[in-house]
């Protein structure tokens, strides 16, 4: 009956399912565009264009006005009153988000992240847009107790697993120096050597994934799409052993505690001026090599669509 209701306005109503209905909205698109690419694999192109229309259906959610997801009835009309900072909890009824709040949840577009570029007006925008997530606190009178929602940097929570793909997101806006300064900033502040060195419920072990595949120097964005964006690498070299005795190796130089940023990367030699790389390249093995510095430089500022 979700479903159709889904199908049958594009998102869910509010009025219609009682809570959750902008999380689930987003997640169910995230759902349907991994179910629209096992379609494609198995050759079944209308199953693949079912599933992917439905994958769009973030774009009925996202108020022009003030450029959040934001609940909307079954007759098309936006929640009111509105407070983008109220957080809810999965257990609250009436709540639209799933321990979170419209701040947290407007980036859940992970299958697209340069649709919701655009609509939220192109790469400038966006970039300031984001750059508010990160600064916006959060007044008492409006918090309410949510233990999932932790480890606030402004609005961003890295406490709550949904959130954990934001920073990486100024990669596909042309701010790679963004992405490589807040993914230190998480390891300086949101990790400890402690019993409770976890800023968050350790959820599948994803706070924990999260600062190993960063402190290597990458993360996947979009679990499905086998693409890595590169951050902020940790170690000096990681190696990553594969089959046949083949290795994929990230050599790290000037890698300091002020050295931060990235100056330049080699992939097996060859210049890399993109923030992101492929699966496929790990499984060739080789080598990259990130050179560090502690400036924001320019370097993979001019990259194109991933």
């Not at 009682?18 to 909205?25: C, L």
């Not at 990790?191 to 706070?207: I, P």
């Amino acid at each position: 009956d979700v479903y159709k209701r889904q199908d049958q306005y594009g998102y869910l109503p509010f009025d219609l399912i009682g809570k959750e209905s902008v999380s689930k909205t987003l997640e169910f698109g995230y759902d349907d565009y991994c179910a629209a690419l096992l379609a494609r694999k198995l050759g079944k192109q209308e199953d693949y264009e079912f599933f992917m229309k439905r994958a769009s259906y973030y774009k009925n959610l996202l108020d022009p006005a003030t450029k959040l997801m934001r609940g909307k009835d079954s007759k098309g009309k936006w929640r009111t009153p509105f407070n983008p900072f109220l957080l809810s909890h999965a257990a609250t009824a009436g709540g639209d988000y799933t321990e979170g709040n419209a701040w947290q949840y407007s980036w859940h577009v992970q299958q697209d992240v340069y649709g919701l570029v655009e609509l939220m007006g192109g790469k400038e925008a966006f970039a300031a847009h984001l750059d508010s997530l990160f600064t916006l606190e959060t007044k008492a009178e409006n918090s309410g107790f949510v233990s999932d929602v932790t480890g606030l940097i402004g609005q961003y929570a890295h406490g709550n697993e949904p959130s954990h793909h934001v920073i990486h997101l100024y990669n596909y806006v042309n701010r790679p120096w963004r992405t490589q300064e807040l993914v230190d900033s998480v390891y300086r502040s949101q990790y400890a050597n402690n019993v409770d060195g976890l800023s968050g419920n350790e959820d599948c072990g994803q706070m924990s994934a999260w600062y190993i595949l960063n402190s290597m120097g990458f993360y996947q964005v979009c679990p499905g799409k086998p693409v890595y964006s590169i951050g902020r690498p940790a170690f000096d070299k990681a190696v990553i052993n594969l089959p046949s005795e083949k290795t994929f190796s990230i050599v790290v130089k000037n890698n300091s505690k002020s050295n931060k940023y990235i100056e330049s990367v080699l992939l097996n030699g060859k210049a890399l001026d993109t923030p992101f790389f492929g699966h496929q390249d790990i499984v060739a093995g080789g080598i990259m090599e990130i050179k560090m510095t502690d400036h924001p430089t320019q370097w993979g500022s001019n990259n194109s669509s991933q």
